[in-house]
Every structure is written in structure tokens, then in C-alpha cells.
């Protein structure tokens, strides 16, 4: 492994970075929406196809991930290895599995496309934090904990994989109102009854389950961010849903966080 990535200051400035961020991300976001989907307009440079700009900007947390962990001290341990397959499970979902579905999607409209600078600076977060979390895993952790290793990790992971699941099937369900070709729907069924962006719900819940089950400042790091970021962006969904479909539009939904948020 580069040498300076072994650099413990180098973790150090990091993690405090995934911190700093967040604070302002929720700030900007609340403004200015980031300009793809629903939010998508000109100003922002070319554009990629969505699908290729997905995988593109998700593809750190796979390879970097893969590359970091086994130059840390508890690569072989197989706490270390479980502990990180959550992670990689959720990438690949949303670096492969979703790009093909969005591309397999039928729909008559064209795509509005995905702006270039935006999917870099997705990129570069996703270097970041997958620095951070691969790094904690398979390097910094501690895992002399006895059983308290395996409480902490079965209640998060429990979490996680309910949150996945919420994600990936209100991500189906928002393809298949984009199959009709009709435009944009008011969704419905499921979480969709109570929140605009379950899909959005459903990662904040996973990546608690993370910060749980790593039982860390980088995962709670990680946590944060994720709210930070999609908390806006779902409070502007909801918004241009109202604005959109008026009175057709249930007033009982919240943005993201059933019955609160």
C-alpha cells in the first residue's frame, strides 16, 4: 500500500474531515439543491448518463475498499472481515446493481443527464470516506472486546439490512413509476404512505445501523453526513411534490423521517 496512506495523522485528519463537512453540507444543501433528478438544470458543466455517472461516482467505495483492507493489522481476522461485508454489500448494490437497473429502465422521456462536477465531488467523498471506514475496520478497530463485539454488530446489522431493504424497495418502486413513461407520479404504498423519500429513510437507517455496529467515531461520522445530506435534499423532494401535484398530493406525508422530519 502507498506509504503515506498507512499514515496514522493521514486517518486522523480524515475522519475529522468527515465530521467538518457535515455541518455545512446540511447548511448548503438546505439553499441549494445539488442539480440532478427532479433538481436537475443547466449551469453545472456537461453531463453523464445517470447509470454510468452511478457507477462512476459510487465505484471508490468497491475498489478502494478492496485495495485498503488487506493492508491493515486485522485483515484475517474474520471479525474484521464480517464487519466490513455490510459495507461492501451496499455498495455493490448502489455501484452495480442500481446503475443497471436504471439503465435497463424503459421510459420515453430522455434522461435529464447527471452533471460531470457533481459526480465528482460524489467521487471524492466516496474516497474519503471509504478511507475512513475501510481503515477503521480492518486497521484501528479493536476487536478484543469478547461478546460485546457481537451484540453491538448483530443489533446494527439487524438495523442495516432493515434499512436496506426499505432502500432498495422504494428505489424499485420509484423505477417502475419511471417505466410508465408517464412522467413524474405521486408514489404510493409502503413507507411511501408516510414519507416523499423512503428510499432516503432507508439509507439514514442503514448507515445507523453501521455506526452501530462498528461502534465508532467513523461510523457515527459517516451517519451524520449521510442525514446531512439527504435530509435536505428529501425536505425538497417533499416541496417540489407539493408544489407539483398540489392538492392531489397527501398532506399528511413528512419528508423523510415518518411522522417527524
Known sequence: MLFFLQDPSLFSYSLHTLFLIAPPTFISLTFLQAPYG??????????????????LMESPTLWFTLYLFPHGSNSSNPKSIILITPFLVHYFNRTIIYPLRLFFTKTTKNPSGFP???????????????????????HYKDFDDGWCFWVVFFCGVFVFFVGMMINVLSDKELLRLKSEGKGYLIPKGGLFEVVSCPNYFGEIVEWFGWALMTWSWAGLGFFLYTFANLGPRARANHQWYLEKFGEDYPKKRKAVIPYLY
Do not use: T
Not at 427532479?38 to 457507477?55: D, E, Y
Open 116 to 138: 460531470f462536477s457533481i459526480a465528482v465531488i460524489a467521487f471524492l467523498f466516496n474516497l474519503l470516506n471509504s478511507f475512513v471506514q475501510a481503515r477503521w475496520v480492518s
Open 38 to 55: 427532479k433538481h436537475h438544470r443547466p449551469g453545472w458543466g456537461p453531463n453523464l448518463s445517470p447509470p454510468l455517472a452511478w457507477f
